[in-house]
């Protein structure tokens, strides 16, 4: 029997005749984003590589294909270090070239639409005297080599259009050994172009990117989506033993529990993308803070609070997951108003939202945490219980899940062993094939 519940919920205009489509570009570019904000030295750093890869790309006279794959491995290429290195910060990696790129294509290579792209991000600190003649598909990752050079010395405080030129010289002292001449030849051709710095560090660098990944078959239908939602789930997730395997739990729970208050497939395809995108703001809140043991002070705790917000401007900039955002960015609202980051209350909560709150509540209680073990039938339905009645998570919602705990809590426990399968999969992977220690989440 499907629960009836009288706030707007099923029906979304576009579940109705399956018009949801998203730009994978736009995925990518929000997922450059939340990398940008692990960052505080380097700002706009994978959106900027991105940039100057376009530009070399453009001027080098790749085809539209090659041009694309480029520029997309370029807008992700440190997303390695991110899952590596949790206190990562000036993305400079004198030490370490090689495994932060083998760890982001490992990564990337999970994502059916991006196998040459994750090619790509694998040889991004590859001299070009190595990389040539290897292998022709991927000589092109040298770009990108090129490209974050440059975005990596030119210093914030300074006007780029009088720092870049003399990198440039700089590069071609290293020409032919690390760089292909030909690729800084594009840039400095790329370089002379008058409309040049008008466009870096802005919000036309965007559009620009977007014009140059044009590409026919890129837009994604829910399904495609959650393929490359899985990216960020493991992004979020490999970050922090803490929340490791999280994003997947309430992805899951919120689907069942929306196929049970009678949204269709669709739509319990758009619960799991959100489930899996909820906390992507985390990627800006320092991980020593998300792990502290002690109290926090309150100093520390609204920091941590801002993840909702920061999930929110990340999605915001996806045209097509308004919904979805929404859904996401709400899950720590209260119906009673004392939630954040808003406060908002009552029916400005939709009933998606709702069922977002309680699948978080219920999936973070129910997890083992390394600290604790997760509750059992009996405590998770008084917790809930209690949330219910005072207004904080909705009743129905809640009592839906308590009537199906069993099937739900089945599918959550599945669903996180399997996440954390992927997880160590992913471990193994760099450990018996690069001798890579990822960090330990048991
Ligand atoms: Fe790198
Ligand atoms: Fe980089
Ligand atoms: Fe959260």
């Known amino acids: 029997m499907v629960f009836q519940h009288e706030c707007q919920g099923p029906g979304l205009a576009y579940t109705e005749d399956n018009n949801f489509k998203v730009r994978l570009f736009d995925l990518v570019n929000a997922l450059a984003r939340s990398l940008d904000m692990v960052s505080h030295t380097l700002a706009g750093h994978h959106t900027n590589v991105g940039f100057f890869a376009a530009r070399i790309a453009e001027c080098y006279g790749l085809s539209s294909f090659e041009r694309r794959n480029v520029v997309f491995a370029a807008m992700l290429h440190d997303i390695g270090a991110v899952s590596l290195y949790p206190a990562v910060d000036s993305l400079l990696f004198e030490d370490d070239t090689i495994k932060h790129s083998i760890a982001g294509s490992v990564i990337i290579s999970s994502s059916k639409k991006l196998q040459d792209v994750s090619k790509l991000v694998e040889y991004h600190h590859t001299p070009w005297e190595e990389l040539r003649g290897e292998n022709k598909r991927y000589e092109i990752s040298n770009i990108i080599n090129l490209a974050d050079f440059i975005d990596v010395n030119t210093r914030r405080d300074r006007p780029a259009r009088l720092q870049v030129p003399l990198l440039i010289e700089l590069c071609r002292k290293h020409s032919g050994r690390l760089f292909n001449p030909d690729y800084i030849e594009a840039l400095r051709e790329a370089e002379s172009k008058r409309d040049y710095y008008h466009r870096l560090y802005s919000e036309r660098t965007e559009k620009k990117l977007r014009l140059s990944t044009q590409f026919e078959s890129d837009m994604l239908d829910a399904e495609g989506v959650l393929d490359f939602t899985g990216l960020f789930a493991k992004v979020i997730d490999f970050r922090s033993r803490f929340t490791a395997t999280h994003s997947q739990g309430v992805a899951i729970t919120s689907s069942v529990l929306g196929r049970w208050l009678g949204f269709n497939e669709v739509e319990q395809a758009l619960f799991q993308i959100a489930g899996r995108l909820h906390d992507i703001g985390k990627l800006a809140v320092p991980t020593t803070l998300l792990e502290k043991n002690d109290k926090l002070t309150s100093s520390e705790f609204s920091a941590i609070q801002r993840h909702a917000v920061y999930t929110e401007h990340i999605l915001s900039g996806v045209p097509g997951l308004e919904v979805i955002r929404d859904w996401a960015c709400q899950h720590h609202e209260r119906i009673d108003g004392t939630g954040y980051p808003k406060g908002i209350a009552g029916k400005e909560?939709?009933?998606?939202?709702?069922?977002?709150?309680?699948?978080?509540?219920?999936?973070?209680?129910?997890?083992?945490?390394?600290?604790?073990?997760?509750?059992?039938?009996?405590?998770?339905?008084?917790?809930?219980?209690?949330?219910?009645?005072?207004?904080?998570?909705?009743?129905?919602?809640?009592?839906?899940?308590?009537?199906?705990?069993?099937?739900?809590?089945?599918?959550?426990?599945?669903?996180?062993?399997?996440?954390?399968?992927?997880?160590?999969?992913?471990?193994?992977?760099?450990?018996?094939?690069?001798?890579?220690?990822?960090k330990d989440i048991s």
């Open 349 to 438: 909560i939709s009933l998606g939202s709702r069922i977002l709150q309680v699948a978080d509540v219920f999936t973070a209680i129910t997890e083992d945490r390394p600290y604790r073990r997760g509750m059992d039938f009996k405590q998770t339905t008084k917790v809930l219980r209690q949330l219910g009645d005072s207004n904080k998570l909705d009743p129905i919602v809640v009592e839906v899940l308590i009537e199906r705990y069993d099937e739900i809590n089945d599918l959550r426990c599945k669903g996180q062993t399997l996440a954390l399968e992927h997880f160590s999969n992913y471990s193994k992977v760099l450990y018996n094939k690069y001798g890579i220690v990822s």
